[in-house]
Every structure is written in C-alpha cells, then in structure tokens.
C-alpha cells in the first residue's frame, strides 16, 4: 500500500500544473473522486498526502466536492471524525442491500447493522452529503424486500442514491458459479419489475431520477458523476484509471506492480485513443441519452456537422411511437420504459 501511495502521487505531480505534462492547462478541478476500489481501507495519512499533493500541484475551486467511496464496516466514529479533518465532504457507501442474507451471498464484509450505523457516523462526523448504493435484480431478492430496501434508505439522512442492476460479467467467478449451476442465473422480468418499483418509488418520495442509475433529493446530484455525463474533462489516476479531455481518451496499464514500478521511474503507462467526430458523437450520444436532460440535437449538429434530427427522424420516430423515447426536435429523451434499453438505443444512432 505505500508504494500504491507512493506511486499515485509521482502521477499526480507528474500532471499538475509545474511540469510540462500539465493536463488541465491551468483550469480549476471542481471534484475530486476516490474510488473504483476500496480507497476506505487508506490509513488516514495517505488521504491526507494525496489530497495535499493535489492542492499543492492544481488550481483547485472553492469548496470542491471530495468523495471517497466506503465500505460500511471501514466508517467506525473514528475514521469518519479522520476523513472530515481530512477534507472529504461526501461519501459513497457501498451498502448494496440490509438483508443480511443478501450481503453473505455478496461476499460483503459488512452486515445490515453496519449498512445502517455507519450513515449515522458520517452524519456525527460532520459528513452530510452521503449517497449510498444498492443493487437490485439479483436471484433471491423479493419483490417485498427490495420495496423494504428503498424504505431502509428514505427514513436514512441521505441525499444520493445509486441502484444498480445486478449484471453478470465474461470471466468472473460470478459468471463461472452459474454455469457450473452453483447460483441462478438473474431473471430480466424481475429485474425489470424491481426497475419498475424503483421509477415509481422516486416519483412518490420526491427524489429526481436524474441519470439512469442515478437518484437524488434536493439537488444533490453527484457533481464528479454528473461532469462525465456533460463530456467534461477528467484526469484519472492510480491503475485501470481513465482520462479524457475532448479530444483524446487514455487509460492506465491494470497491472499494479507494472504501474509502480513505472512511477518509481517517473514513467506514466496509459495507452491513448485520439477520438474522430464520429467517436466523439457516439460518446456524446450514449452519456446524455441516460441522463434526465436528454441529448441536446444542436450539440449534436456541432459535434457530427449533420442535421442530427433530419438524419435520423426515421428512427426517433419509431421509437417515439413505442413510446421509448420523446422529443421536442430540441432535446431527445428516453422514457422511463426506454431507459431499460438504454445502450441498446443508443447504438442505434451510433456513426460508423
């Protein structure tokens, strides 16, 4: 873990506004995101440093959103009271479901207690912008424990929440222990019908269904989240991590040790794809199609350099009278029945 650190550090420099790497040119980050791993597990001092290193090495805005993504069981009273000090003013709490036998057959390593304690350390720690997840679809969750989950997480004091559908990845263990007939298969039907619930609960409750997977009260959306889905700017660090910054997308080699070591000879390790118009419209197309705000057809003329509209009215017209998606020849949006084909529409007007 200290080389981890270590070496995450020599990256952030390596891209910070000193050097001739700088990757933002001088523009002020307004997010700052820890996360696609465990960064809970950090003793308190590597947060500190890399938040530090970013300060010294970044114009960062005023009041930035900092999150860092949690296991319930990491956030005691104590790390939470660290991680204000520290400067994180947000949490995105992996709690997934607060049936215990659902975190079992997770393989999580906290329990429904936990799921529902930790919210209220964060809240005495200080920490009051808190999203939490949870996941639906998967064999074993009742229709009448899926209601009683969402329940659990309006009577929370949080202001975010994520709900995946459970989906089943080529080579994973998942993928092997249902082929090999050890665990069910997930069922699209239910899985639509917890989708269903979960749409119709939002409305009912008053929170926005801003992106696909996306839900908030007052406002709260997830500004870091919400910039990718807007085709801003972003600078990943650590392994697998990805970038972008309009014209071109990189990505980090996986392997940890390979990365380490490239850091400890000031080397970065990314592999870079220099996006055409057509790719930028394809990205373009699939971000804002999930979101509330719809695909805007006149950034979408700028992009592609077409009438957006007129060259694919045939196609917006059959999926408007399926009632899939609706338009006002300004913005295109999918309806909530549309949002479970998502990227399956979206490839629809994909350029070649």
């Not at 392994?239 to 940890?256: F, Q, V």
């Not at 350099?305 to 017209?317: A, R």
Request: hydrophobic share 35%; with cysteine; charged share 20%.
């Amino acid at each position: 873990m200290p080389q981890m650190t270590e070496a995450i550090l020599q990256e952030v420099i390596y891209f910070g506004k000193k050097g001739k790497h700088n990757f933002f040119n001088s523009k002020p980050i307004n997010t700052i995101y820890f996360g696609g791993g465990t960064p809970s597990t950090l003793p308190i001092e590597d947060i500190e440093k890399i938040l530090e290193t970013i300060y010294s090495n970044y114009i960062v805005a005023d009041n930035p959103e900092i999150t860092l993504e949690a296991n319930p069981d990491d956030l005691t009273e104590n790390y939470c009271l660290q991680l204000k000090s520290a400067g994180i003013n947000r949490l995105s709490i992996g709690i997934q479901s607060f049936y215990d036998e659902h975190l079992k057959w997770m393989n999580r390593s906290h329990d429904a207690t936990q799921a529902e304690n930790c919210v209220q350390n964060a809240m005495d720690a200080g920490i009051t912008n808190i999203s939490i997840d949870l996941i639906y679809g998967f064999p074993g969750l009742t229709n009448a424990q899926w209601e009683a989950n969402l329940k659990k997480a309006q009577n929370l004091p949080i202001n975010h929440l994520s709900c995946y559908c459970l989906t089943v990845e080529e080579k994973t263990p998942l993928k092997k222990l249902i082929e090999t007939g050890r665990y069910k298969a997930p069922d699209e039907d239910i899985a639509t019908g917890h989708f269903n619930t979960l749409v119709n609960w939002a409305k009912t409750n008053s929170w926005e269904h801003y992106e696909i997977s996306n839900f908030c009260r007052n406002g709260f959306y997830s500004k870091h989240n919400t910039g990718y889905w807007q085709q801003k700017y972003y600078l990943g660090i650590g392994p697998s991590a990805h970038s972008y910054n309009s014209s071109e997308r990189r990505w980090n080699l996986k392997d940890n040790n390979l990365y380490i070591q490239g850091w400890q000879q000031n080397q970065p390790s990314f592999e870079v794809e220099i996006l055409t118009p057509t790719e930028k419209l394809n990205d373009f197309i699939l971000t804002s199609l999930r979101t509330q705000w719809g695909l805007d057809i006149s950034t979408a003329n700028k992009i592609s350099g077409i009438n957006f509209f007129e060259e694919n009215k045939e196609l917006i017209e059959m999926y408007v009278s399926m009632g899939l998606m609706e338009t006002n020849k300004f913005i295109l949006k999918l309806t909530n029945e549309g949002k479970l084909y998502a990227d399956g529409i979206a490839a629809e007007f994909f350029g070649e």
